[in-house]
Every structure is written in C-alpha cells, then in structure tokens.
C-alpha cells in the first residue's frame, strides 16, 4: 500500500543539454505519481469539521515499514519532482505554495532539506517566518506572508507562516497585545474572525494561480523529548536548542487545541491540510514528497510548444552553428 509500491525500478536517460528525464515506458511514470497519491491521500484533510487529533497516530508509516526503502523511494520522488518543477517553470502558468506548520524538533528544515534536494534553486524559494520586526507588527498580520507568496512558475515554501498568528499568538496571549490592534477590535470571536481571513486570503490565492499544500508535522510529545535530548549530544545540533524550546513543552496541550481548530477551520478543497505523522523522519519526507508530486501532475504541466516562426529562427541558428568555420 502507501509508499512501497513507489519502489519498482526506473530507467532513466538525460536527454543532452537538459535535465528533462525520461522515464520509459511512460505507464512506469502514471504508476509513480498513482502511488504518489496513495501515499500522501490518507493524511489529506479537506473538511474540517470531523477532524479530532487524538485520530492520527504520529509513528504512523502508512504501511511502508522499511527506512532502507523509503530511502530510495524519497530519491526516486525527488528526481520526478525535479522533472515536474522544471515543467512548472517552463510553463509560467501555475505556482506551487507549501507550508509547514510543527511542534519543534518535528522535522521541518529536514523535510524541506530533503524533499527539495533536487530542485533548481532558481525555481524555488524558501521563507523562515520568524518572531515580527517592528515594521511587521506594524502592518496587518498577512502582509509579511504576503510578499512572500510565490510568483507564477515557482514553488515556494513557508517555514511556519501566518498560521503562527493563530497557534503561538493564541497561546502567548501577549504576543496579541503586542500587535497595538485597536482594542474594540480584540472580542472573544478574534481567532474566528482571523480563520475566515486566512480562508478568504487563500482562496484568493488560489484563484490567481497559487496552488497551497499545508503540513502539519504531527510529533508525540515523547518523540519531541527524545530529540531535544539527542540535540543536546550532538555539538552540531546545539545551536538549535534553548531553554525557550523546553519551556514551550509546558504548553503542549495548548498547543495541541491550537493546531486541531486550525486545522477544523481551515482545511479545504483548495488548501488541504496533510496531518503527516513526523515520529518517523524518513516516513515523514517520503509523504511530504509525495502529495507535492500528487499536486504537480494534477496541473498537467507541459513544456511550451514552439511555434512557426521560431522554428525557423532555430533552423536558421542552426545552419549559422554549423557553417560556422572556427
């Protein structure tokens, strides 16, 4: 089922002077994206209204159980990422937004790190949302996201994002005060009121052309622990850890109200939620990787067709090139 049966082999020649792959027989790359989607499917949340996250089970791996396999399986997703983002470049018709919202430590830099090892930087971008400048908190709350919204025939990525305004904003209730909003503005309905304006907001995204996938990396408070205390082993990885990432830890439940009625209010058709169970990293990529293959071929990326006219500047080129005498 899910993810393993992503594993058949693949041949694949590079065309000279290009980095399109050919994957032959083309029924080998329908059956790859098809169990693309039967990995990432069942952690997709559209509707809301259901959803409880006692439910999701953070060590799930969907059946795939082998780390060695899902190894490969990721780098396999990876090369037809790359295929399909160069494709979404060429087009310039679409834009691909990801965002990544976790408890930290739950895999967030890997999983971008990763997934996204293939891609041309050209085409991508990648966006910390860290604690507001002065000027930030000086202007509506989705305007620094905003700015940072993928342009047509690139793939963009949110580490964190404006959904931080209704999980750490919700839980640090100062952080609000913070924001000098008028305070007839600040009633009991405020996070209603900002999960009908981030709905609106990306469904008006989607209506220009930015396709929106979210992933809530689910982590278990005992995994969480677990790698707080590998950080601490490990001098490369002490940079990453503080006391304010134990003392957040105090907050778990809070926390996790936060995320489920994030996710109730504002899981769509047309910016779906996927609850990934991060306790497994190299599940956790391989799911990631797989609902933005899913998202990618849906869009029936083609390369742009030449017309007429240029045919005939390439000829022309052409003969110029080999008539060329140096």
């Not at 982590?219 to 003392?247: H, I, T, Y």
């Amino acid at each position: 089922m899910c993810g393993a049966g992503l594993l058949f082999t693949i041949k694949q020649e590079f065309l000279p002077r290009t980095s399109r792959i050919t994957l032959r027989p083309l029924m080998k790359l329908k059956k790859l994206v098809k169990e693309a989607a039967e990995t990432s499917r069942p952690f997709r949340i559209t509707k809301g209204e259901d959803f409880r996250l006692k439910d999701h089970d953070p060590a799930d791996t969907g059946g795939l159980e082998d780390k060695d396999k899902a190894i490969k399986t990721l780098k396999r997703g990876v090369e037809l990422l790359s295929h399909l983002q160069e494709k979404l470049y060429a087009q310039d018709r679409w834009a691909l937004l990801m965002i990544f919202q976790a408890m930290d430590a739950a895999g967030k830099d890997g999983a971008i790190k990763h997934v996204m090892s293939g891609i041309n930087p050209q085409g991508c971008s990648v966006t910390a949302f860290k604690a507001p400048s002065q000027e930030e908190l000086d202007h509506e709350f989705l305007w620094r996201a905003h700015k940072a919204i993928p342009e047509r025939g690139k793939l963009g990525l949110f580490n964190r994002s404006y959904y931080e305004e209704v999980l750490v904003v919700r839980v640090h209730k100062e952080l609000l005060e913070a924001q000098r909003l008028p305070k007839e503005l600040i009633g009991k309905d405020i996070w209603e009121k900002r999960y009908e304006d981030i709905n609106n907001f990306e469904e008006y995204l989607t209506r220009n052309g930015v396709v929106i996938l979210k992933f809530f990396l689910h982590l278990s408070k005992g995994e969480q622990k677990k790698r707080f205390l590998e950080r601490l082993e490990m001098p490369d990885k002490n940079w990453k850890f503080s006391m304010a990432d134990v003392k957040e830890r105090e907050h778990w439940k809070d926390y996790q109200k936060a995320y489920e009625e994030m996710i109730q209010n504002t899981a769509t058709k047309h910016a779906p939620w996927y609850v990934i169970p991060a306790d497994n990293k190299w599940f956790t990529r391989v799911a990631v990787a797989a609902a933005a293959i899913e998202a990618l071929d849906s869009l029936d990326l083609q390369f742009p067709e030449v017309d007429k006219e240029k045919k005939k500047e390439l000829a022309k080129v052409r003969e110029a090139l080999l008539h060329n005498k140096e």
